[in-house]
């Protein structure tokens, strides 16, 4: 069974092999095409022209044809070996490999015409006795076949090369190195439509003044070869600028259509060296971009809570400041320096993120915010910045819930405050830099009842205000419990408890 290295070296073989056979299948499609047109124009005249249909040129052209086959099947395989062998790898490029692939096109067009300059120069040398009229049929033969076999090479090897370039084009800046679409458009008429238009107006003009061709010539057979093979390559020449345009195009329609399904992940290959490129590129930025937002939101919300950070991006600036009814729950540890003392730093880290997970996991599910953690305490508002009609509820709900969830947890024990009342909620801080919170006497006195609770069995106390907010069914859960004066405040608050009944817990 052959190794890896076996596997990748025959996969670069096998696609430099399909590229040399797409070149010189161009070539040889472009050989016959140009054939037929000057053995047509040849048999329409006399003297010079016709001098050219003789048994010695067949076989100087058939060699020549040969010949360059050849030669173009083995420099497009020499050409792009080097970028296979990192491409199929998987492997980065270096500067030099990545400038060798993205100048891939460049050196196939060059060596194309290299081809028909060296192999027309070869056979108008050898028939350079044949006359002014040969010569020029021979010279536009080859001017045709060079621009017909680089086009129609561009289209059969397209599929090939393309993600070669794409691999080595990550960093592209923008550089304009091919033909835009609007050049590409022209230059396509004008080989494909106005230079056969034009070829076919100077024969007809040649023929009516027995210019070359005697009068007495037909011109059927010549006519009607000439836009024959310029109807095929004007064909392929269009589907090659279509491809190029349209390719592109929809690979970024396609994954527009997946970036707004929320795959920011989705990028499109930059093979282009033009505007379709700079396209290209402007779409892998612009979702880079969006990923960016997206990360840089989704940690805005860890620190802050999902509600403000959504309603920072939607808003473009944090939440109205404003006085509103909110219900605040807090809780907090017991015995904390006491749990420093018997772990080491990590275990108690540990200990307080088990704590804080099972405390923003209730948060959440009953919609509140998280609105700061200090040290072993953790301070949740209900209402803000989202205003509801149950905070209340919600608060009383998911203290219940934590009473019986943090139960289970070992070596942990705490005490919860719910109050309810008006605050204010909004941006405290310097312009550049604040932070959202509440403020107001229901938040001391949650922090308060938290201290209180730790002394009681249900180790959760709720106010009277925040009770009697609650929906009629969440009151049902809640018994009073004493009417006591916390520290630091002048007036008995009226603390209730979880029903036991209960549980403490829906």
Same mark, same amino acid.
């Given at each position: 069974?052959? @190794? ?12 430099? /092999?399909?590229?040399?056979?797409? +070149?010189?299948?161009? $070539?040889?499609?472009?050989?016959? !095409? ?9 048999? $329409? ?35 792009? /070996? ?72 561009? #289209? ?53 003044? =027995? ?28 589907? +090659? ?9 929809? @690979?970024?329609?396609?994954?527009? *259509?997946?970036? !707004?399904?929320? !795959? ?29 937002? @997206?990360?840089?939101? !989704? ?37 904390? /320096?006491? +749990? ?28 509140? #915010?998280?609105?700061?953690?200090? =040290?072993?305490? *953790? ?7 989202? $205003? ?48 959202? /919170? ?18 009681? $069995? ?47 817990? @829906?």
């Amino acid at each position: 069974m052959p @190794d890896e290295r076996t596997e990748r070296s025959g996969s670069a073989s096998g696609l430099a /092999t399909r590229y040399a056979l797409a +070149l010189t299948s161009a $070539q040889l499609l472009t050989v016959a !095409e140009v054939a037929a047109v000057v053995i047509s124009l040849s048999t $329409q005249s006399v003297g010079e022209a016709s001098a050219l249909l003789t048994k010695a040129n067949l076989i100087i052209l058939i060699g020549l044809v040969v010949a360059s086959l050849v030669a173009t099947a083995a420099v497009a395989y020499w050409s792009i /070996t080097p970028s296979l062998r990192w491409f199929v790898a998987g492997l980065e490029p270096n500067a030099v490999q990545r400038r060798h692939a993205i100048n891939l096109v460049r050196r196939e067009t060059v060596m194309l015409v290299t081809t028909w300059a060296i192999s027309g120069a070869a056979f108008i040398v050898v028939n350079a006795h044949s006359g002014v009229s040969a010569i020029a049929l021979l010279v536009f033969g080859v001017l045709f076949g060079a621009t017909s076999s680089v086009s129609t090479s561009l #289209l059969f090897s397209q599929r090939i090369y393309r993600p070669i370039v794409a691999a080595a084009n990550v960093d592209f800046t923008g550089r304009t190195t091919s033909p835009g679409v609007v050049p590409r458009l022209v230059l396509m008429w004008l080989v494909n439509s106005a230079l056969p238009s034009i070829s076919v107006a100077v024969l007809i003009v040649c023929h009516a003044n =027995g210019w070359f061709i005697p009068t007495t010539a037909s011109l059927v057979v010549p006519v009607a070869v000439m836009t024959f093979v310029s109807v095929l390559l004007g064909l392929r020449a269009l589907i +090659l600028v279509s491809r190029s345009i349209s390719d592109p195009i929809n @690979d970024v329609v396609d994954a527009m *259509a997946e970036v !707004e399904r929320g !795959e920011l992940g989705r990028t499109v290959d930059v093979y282009e060296q033009s505007e379709i490129g700079r396209l290209q590129h402007g779409f892998n930025r612009m979702v880079t971009g969006l990923a960016e937002r @997206d990360r840089l939101r !989704e940690l805005f919300g860890r620190h802050v809570g999902l509600d403000v950070a959504r309603l920072a991006v939607e808003a473009g600036e944090t939440p109205t400041s404003e006085v509103r009814d909110v219900a605040i729950l807090f809780i907090d540890l017991a015995d904390s /320096t006491q +749990l420093a003392t018997n772990r080491t730093p990590q275990q108690v880290a540990d200990v307080l993120n088990a704590f804080f997970g099972i405390v923003v996991a209730a948060v959440d599910d009953r919609g509140g #915010l998280i609105n700061k953690f200090q =040290g072993d305490a *953790a301070l949740a508002v209900f209402g803000a910045p989202i $205003q509801t009609d149950d905070a209340a509820t919600a608060a009383l709900e998911t203290a219940r819930a934590l009473s019986a969830d943090l139960a289970m947890l070992p070596s942990v024990d705490f005490g919860i405050g719910v109050s309810a009342g008006p605050v204010f909620a909004g941006n405290i801080g310097a312009e550049n830099r604040y932070e959202y /919170t509440v403020i107001g006497d229901p938040v001391n006195e949650a922090a308060r009842l938290a201290d209180a609770a730790k002394t009681m $069995q249900e180790r959760t106390a709720a106010s009277g205000a925040a009770v009697a907010r609650a929906d009629p069914r969440e009151r049902h859960r809640w018994m009073a419990h004493d009417s006591v004066v916390l520290r630091g405040r002048a007036e008995a608050t009226e603390i209730s408890v979880p029903r036991r009944e209960n549980g403490g817990h @829906d």
